[in-house]
């Protein structure tokens, strides 16, 4: 069975400057999908940033990157220039490229941005 | 404007009297599923659905229902609902295995 871990419950950074959440999955499959969802205290899921596994060129949405390292089955996310608005629980999650549409998603980082 | 209604956004209910969370999405997506969110264990999917009259279960389906008889809609039924089904849960869908997935707002379910 396919498992995500994220192993930072919180994190901290200050306004502009960069921080990385980690997230690691272990699957049997070649063929999946990532993601990192960003939830706001609104409570809406918004997708910031998605990676196929078959790419192996890192995914980038403006200040969002990702490092997707497929051998060590590891995922994260980098925000650059970091903002207030950028303040939410971020949950990783994988999505299996297989006959199903099964999601299987991490425990999630609670991220808070310092002015 | 192309979205994922759930209804309703808040409910408390009793122990043992059945209740239906209702999905609607206007996207014409073939995908849609239930997850319910819990305090440190993330998003856990309930159900999916890949087609009409086509649904599965993800890794939490106990204590829970779906059907798909139209495109569009995807309700989850609670038959006998407990206190351990106090959650927060989402309804998502997209068009195809390979898209993203789009997410209604939000059920806050409470059962006393």
């Known amino acids: 069975a396919q498992t995500v871990t994220q192993s930072q419950p919180e994190m901290s950074v200050q306004e502009a400057e960069t921080v990385t959440l980690s997230c690691t999955y272990d699957?049997?499959?070649?063929?999946?999908?990532l993601f990192w969802y960003k939830q706001p205290p609104s409570r809406q899921m918004i997708l910031v940033i998605r990676?196929?596994?078959?790419?192996?060129q890192n995914a980038t949405e403006n200040r969002f990157s990702v490092n997707f390292q497929k051998a060590a089955k590891s995922f994260s996310l980098k925000i650059s220039d970091s903002q207030l608005g950028d303040a939410a629980m971020y949950f990783c999650?994988?999505?299996?490229?297989?006959?199903?549409?099964?999601?299987?998603f991490g425990t999630g980082t609670r991220l808070k941005v310092l002015a | 404007e192309a979205q994922v209604t759930q209804n309703p956004r808040y409910l408390i209910t009793v122990t043992g009297k059945k209740l239906t969370v209702t999905c609607s999405q206007n996207?014409?997506?073939?995908?849609m599923s239930w997850y319910r969110q819990d305090p440190g264990l993330g998003l856990r999917q309930i159900y999916y659905?890949?087609?009409?009259?086509?649904?599965d279960k993800g890794d939490v389906p106990e204590g829970y229902k779906v059907s798909r008889k139209e495109k569009r809609n995807f309700p989850l039924i609670l038959e006998s609902p407990s206190p351990n089904q106090t959650s927060l849960y989402f309804c998502?869908?997209?068009?195809?295995?390979?898209?993203?997935?789009?997410f209604g707002q939000g059920t806050r379910l409470t059962v006393v």
């Open positions: 998502a869908s997209s068009f195809s295995r390979y898209n993203v997935a789009f």
């Open positions: 999650a994988y999505r299996s490229g297989s006959g199903t549409y099964k999601y299987i």
């Open positions: 996207m014409n997506h073939e995908y």
């Open positions: 990676q196929e596994a078959y790419k192996q």
């Open positions: 659905s890949m087609n009409v009259e086509v649904t």
């Open positions: 699957t049997s499959e070649s063929d999946y999908y």
